[in-house]
């Protein structure tokens, strides 16, 4: 996993940290999600189009690009969080552990209990600390053992040490930093398979940033983890493989797409697409 | 070396004296006419608590009219029959208000949440006589007057100022809160329950508690519904129960003086009543701000 002191300088270029992080990739990749040619639109305008790979288990993929061109659009299909966007159509399939994730009879709430989220924004509740983390847990009856519960989702998180003393405060009390990985204990305390991350980051300091990077390389031992960002170092330094979206232009109409798909090395040292390679060496235009 | 400079003025000539001539006369009809508002209170409080004052007697709040009329009683039972169908009136309309207001906020379509919204407005636009028209034809023709008929008028005058409030603060919470809930696999349902209620509670009660201070106050539904009764103390709800509203007008148009002040004297407690709710409302409503932004 390279080495970690100097993951966090800012100026060193993505593509060298790749290349530090000899991250072997398991043979037998087992397959969580399948999406097959994925699209969306938001009324008349399609959003994304096209989209076509496999997410595995237990490794964290990265989906980057350039800001519209579809990442949240795409990440929220993956746990319907887009069935509750007036307007919003998803065509396409994706397998979730090759059950179709949109079609008849699967039920949302239940696609989202274990496919867990996290935001950009840390949108805690305005409930205690601990509050936070349990009320999950107790509304989907998993009461017993809950302090216990509340603490390992908390460890699990790297927040324990500094709130163990007042998880009776307000979750607002904490810093931006807190906040967010308090969503993250908030999202495990119900154990999901899934993590999907949003741009965790992107409202942090770059203090905040390197402790939630650190514990996603935690978290993917017990989870599946899938994180936007359109940060291509903190992409280099945490995930396995990386997923690369670009926008199309065509007719006056800018569609997502994905340009691109593999093990996170390649696609910052010898991506095959020269839209890629533009894009990861900061000559995208 | 040392160049002179020109010596520049930073007073206002020409156009900026003028603004700020005009900025002046404007800020002053401003402070004039919040006065004028302040002074319009003052002149209300001041003269009901003068021709209340003869009649403020501890016994004024234990001791129920005289049969006879003439000095002395009070208006004991008014405030507890008030109490009573302005607390039926409250458990009637806040259910309903906030429930319309969920369901506006949270669960139905566009279209159908502006027809409510469209309701509701009407409702609210409608004289509280006509509410009183109204629930008389309904429930007292055929029937007697009762607590619970007034009780049913002011609820349908409280129920627009409830459902409208509480949609308000469901308004004001971010959706990234609902989103936060719905991906952890709970319900709309539950999170309504568990996260947006609890989180917009202080906004829910200050409106239920405005629309309890407008009621308290509203004549015209019990003129109809809940003004034909005994002096007595009593808490039967299905008899008319006396109540301050209607007191203060049929007191004011007795000839007796002692009557007029114990009239005043009622309009007093009413706005004491007001007040508090008001100040008790502001409270509530502070709290609540205080909890979606910072803990
Ligand atoms: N709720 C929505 N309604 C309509 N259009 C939307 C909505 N959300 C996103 N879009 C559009 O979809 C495109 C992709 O947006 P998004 O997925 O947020 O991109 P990214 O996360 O990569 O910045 C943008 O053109 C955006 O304007
Ligand atoms: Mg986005």
Same mark, same amino acid.
């Given at each position: 996993?390279? !080495? ?19 991250? $072997?990739? $398991? ?19 399609? &959003? ?30 993956? !746990? ?36 867990? /989220? ?39 998180? &790297? ?25 993250? &204990? ?15 980051? *992107? ?6 940033? =390197? *402790?939630?990077?650190?514990? /996603? ?13 359109? !940060? /291509? ?21 800018? =569609? ?7 093990? =996170? ?6 991506? *095959? ?13 | ?56 007697? %501890? ?62 407005? %009407? ?173």
């Amino acid at each position: 996993m390279g !080495n970690r002191s100097d993951t966090i300088s800012i100026d060193v270029a993505p593509v060298e940290i790749a290349q530090r992080r000899h991250a $072997p990739l $398991p043979e037998n990749r087992e397959v969580v999600f399948d999406v097959q040619d994925l699209g969306v639109r938001y009324g008349a305008t399609t &959003a994304v189009s096209g989209v076509d790979f496999d997410i595995y288990r237990n490794m964290i993929t990265a989906v980057i690009g350039p800001s519209g061109c579809g990442k949240s659009t795409f990440i929220r299909c993956l !746990n319907r969080m887009n069935d509750l966007v007036p307007g919003a159509q998803v065509d396409g399939k994706i397998l979730y552990h090759g059950e179709d994730l949109y079609g008849s009879g699967v039920d949302p709430v239940e696609v989202r209990r274990r496919i867990g /989220m996290v935001f950009q924004r840390p949108n805690p509740f305005p409930k205690s600390i601990y509050d936070n983390v349990a009320w999950g847990p107790r509304v989907l009856g998993m009461r017993k053992d809950l302090d216990e519960r509340v603490e390992r989702a908390l460890r699990g998180a &790297a927040l324990w040490e500094e709130v163990k003393d007042r998880l009776k405060r307000s979750a607002l009390s904490l810093s931006g930093g807190q906040q967010q990985r308090l969503c993250i &204990a908030r999202a495990i305390a119900i154990e999901p398979e899934v993590l999907l991350l949003d741009e965790p980051a *992107s409202a942090l300091d770059p203090i905040a940033t =390197t *402790s939630i990077e650190e514990l /996603m390389h935690g978290l993917k031992r017990d989870f599946t983890l899938v994180i936007v960002t359109h !940060n /291509m170092q903190q992409a280099a330094r945490v995930a396995d493989m990386t997923a690369f979206f670009s926008l199309e232009v065509g007719e006056g109409r800018r =569609t997502g797409v994905l340009v691109e798909y593999d093990a =996170t090395e390649k696609i910052f040292t010898n991506p *095959s697409d020269q839209r890629t390679e533009d894009y990861v060496t900061g000559r995208f235009g | 070396m040392a160049v002179a400079a020109e010596r520049i003025s930073l007073r206002a000539t020409g156009r900026s004296r003028r603004r700020l001539r005009l900025n002046r006369v404007m800020e002053g009809v401003a402070v004039l006419a919040a006065s004028v508002a302040l002074a319009a209170l003052g002149i209300v409080v001041v003269s009901v608590v003068v021709r209340a004052w003869p009649a403020l007697h %501890v016994s004024l709040f234990t001791q129920t009219p005289n049969l006879f009329g003439g000095p002395g009683g009070g208006i004991s039972s008014a405030i507890v029959g008030s109490a009573l169908i302005v607390a039926m009136a409250t458990g009637m309309a806040l259910p309903v208000g906030v429930l319309a207001a969920i369901f506006m906020t949270e669960f139905a379509r566009p279209r159908v949440a502006a027809a409510i919204q469209l309701f509701l407005d %009407v409702l609210n636009g409608v004289p509280t006589i006509v509410t009183g028209i109204f629930v008389y034809g309904l429930l007292v023709i055929g029937h007697l007057q009762s607590a619970y008929a007034g009780a049913f008028a002011l609820a349908v005058v409280m129920l627009p100022l409830v459902a409208r409030a509480t949609q308000e603060v469901l308004l004001l919470v971010p959706n990234t809160l609902r989103e936060a809930s719905l991906a952890l696999g709970v319900s709309r349902w539950r999170t309504v329950v568990g996260v947006i209620i609890p989180t917009t509670l202080g906004g829910i009660l200050t409106g239920t508690v405005i629309a309890m201070a407008r009621a308290a106050g509203e004549t015209a539904p019990l003129l109809f519904t809940c003004s034909i009764f005994a002096p007595a103390v009593s808490t039967d709800v299905t008899h008319a129960l006396p109540n301050i509203p209607v007191l203060i007008f049929t007191y004011s148009e007795q000839p007796d003086p002692a009557l007029h002040q114990q009239a005043w004297a009622a309009a007093l407690v009413l706005m004491a009543f007001i007040l508090i709710t008001s100040l008790t409302a502001r409270g509530l409503l502070a709290r609540s701000r205080r909890k979606l932004t910072h803990g």
